[in-house]
């Protein structure tokens, strides 16, 4: 089962705006980590946040986690057309360690 | 430094055939992990080793699949027989650990089509 259910399914925004993708959790973890993917190649690591933090910032991209509500999100500013991607949640769960990824946000960037 | 190796990246096989993926992680890493993507969904957690032994595997339908991690190093997965409902992508990736705050690297996948 997946662990992670993002919000929302496919997003379509013009170039220059920006792009917020929002994950919900069910479990207790560790960390939670963003991934994006584009069409048919392998997954690629964007950001990790710990369970103890609550804001982190990389480049363009900041993501926040609320471990009270769990759930996070991922704001993608500025956006360009190369970040025509789909964006997954995975969490590092804190019992077992399993790496489980949720079921993805679909980001169109309109030229 | 060289990343995580699948192969094959392509593989059509009929039903009740078996079929085989390797993977190669990246030297040094602990933990693997290895996903089934079905078109339009997130990666299935299937199995995830920690060197040699099994961290979770409660997705990984027994009846069917099996996987092994050799000398905690590389690892195949074997599907057999195959159901057209596993046509999807295999993903393996390695980290360095499973319990610490470390990200996971991933290879480019083996796209099977069962027919």
């Known amino acids: 089962s997946q662990q992670g259910e993002e919000d929302p399914q496919a997003l379509s925004i013009q170039e220059g705006e920006n792009a917020t993708m929002n994950c919900s959790y069910k479990?207790?973890?560790?960390?939670l980590q963003w991934y994006r993917q584009n069409s048919g190649r392998g997954l690629v690591h964007l950001i990790l946040?710990?369970?103890?933090?609550r804001e982190k910032h990389s480049g363009r991209l900041r993501v926040t986690l609320d471990t009270s509500k769990k759930s996070s999100s991922l704001l993608i500013t500025a956006s360009r057309a190369a970040d025509t991607a789909s964006y997954f949640c995975?969490?590092?769960?804190?019992?077992?360690?399993?790496?489980?990824f949720g079921s993805g946000t679909r980001l169109l960037v309109r030229p | 430094e060289a990343g995580v190796a699948q192969s094959p990246r392509y593989k059509i096989i009929e039903k009740r055939q078996s079929v085989a993926f390797w993977c190669n992680p990246i030297?040094?890493?602990?933990?693997l992990y290895w996903y089934q993507q079905i078109l339009g969904q997130g990666p299935k957690l299937l199995i995830q080793?920690?060197?040699?032994?099994?961290?979770?595997d409660s997705q990984l339908p027994k009846d069917r699949f099996s996987a092994e991690r050799l000398k905690g190093v590389d690892s195949t997965l074997k599907i057999q027989p195959a159901k057209l409902e596993d046509s999807a992508v295999y993903l393996c990736?390695?980290?360095?650990?499973?319990?610490?705050?470390?990200?996971?690297?991933f290879g480019q996948g083996t796209r099977l089509t069962v027919v």
């Open positions: 030297s040094g890493h602990a933990t």
């Open positions: 946040i710990r369970s103890n933090e």
């Open positions: 990736a390695s980290s360095l650990s499973s319990t610490g705050n470390t990200e996971a690297f």
């Open positions: 479990t207790s973890i560790n960390n």
């Open positions: 080793f920690q060197n040699n032994g099994v961290v979770d």
């Open positions: 995975a969490t590092r769960e804190d019992s077992s360690y399993k790496l489980i």
